[in-house]
């Protein structure tokens, strides 16, 4: 089965800093979609970004970049110049074509003045 | 266009009592997702459907839950009788089932059972 690790339940980052979140996931299939999701206090869940596994390119969406490392099966998300607004739960997520989405179990980001 | 719809917002009930979650897909989306988020035990998946199919209920806690999509675009999620350890936020979520696109998630009916 698919498993989604995220090994830091907390960071922290000062205002205008970068951060980087950590992903590491376990699948034998070469097809599939990485996502990063962020859940503020509203506890919507928000995309930020997605990443084909078939492109090597590094997704990036303005201040928030991944590193993907297929081979390492690790999909780090990047903050740059962290905003206050930032805050929230990130959540990584797995998913192979038309199937379900496997989801960590969240990283909690603080953002402090 | 309308993202995905959840109601109610908010839910308290008495043990014992059946509940209702409802849940408006995005128009054109064919697959639908229910999970049920805690502070123990993060995002679990109870069920999804693809075209209107349970593909995989292995999530759902016991016979006390069911789901249904009368159509393609309304789903509900019952817990009869409920139970205080229900207790949680329930999301649904919907998405294109052809390729890899993103899941669309609804903002969540929280559910307090006393």
């Known amino acids: 089965a698919q498993t989604v690790t995220q090994s830091q339940p907390e960071m922290s980052v000062q205002e205008a800093e970068t951060v980087t979140l950590s992903c590491t996931y376990d699948?034998?299939?070469?097809?599939?979609?990485l996502f990063w999701y962020k859940q503020p206090p509203s506890r919507q869940m928000i995309l930020v970004i997605r990443q084909e596994a078939y492109k090597q390119q590094n997704a990036t969406e303005n201040r928030f970049s991944v590193n993907f490392q297929k081979a390492a099966k690790s999909f780090s998300l990047k903050i740059s110049d962290s905003q206050l607004g930032d805050a929230a739960m990130y959540f990584c997520a797995y998913r192979r074509a038309g199937n379900q989405f496997y989801f960590g179990t969240g990283t909690s980001l603080t953002v402090i003045p | 266009d309308a993202g995905v719809i959840q109601s109610p917002r908010h839910e308290v009930t008495e043990m014992g009592q059946e509940v209702t979650l409802r849940c408006k897909l995005i128009s054109g989306h064919n697959s639908l997702f229910w999970y049920r988020q805690t502070m123990m035990r993060g995002l679990e998946l109870l069920i999804y459907?693809?075209?209107?199919?349970?593909?995989?209920d292995s999530g759902m806690p016991e016979d006390r839950f069911s789901a249904k999509m009368p159509n393609a675009s309304f789903s509900t999620l019952k817990i009869q009788p409920s139970e205080p350890r229900d207790s949680a936020v329930y999301f649904c979520?919907?998405?294109?089932?052809?390729?890899?696109?993103?899941?669309?998630f609804g903002q969540g009916t929280r559910l307090t059972v006393v």
């Open positions: 459907f693809n075209n209107n199919v349970p593909i995989d």
């Open positions: 979520a919907s998405s294109r089932g052809v390729g890899h696109t993103e899941a669309f």
């Open positions: 699948t034998s299939e070469s097809d599939y979609y």
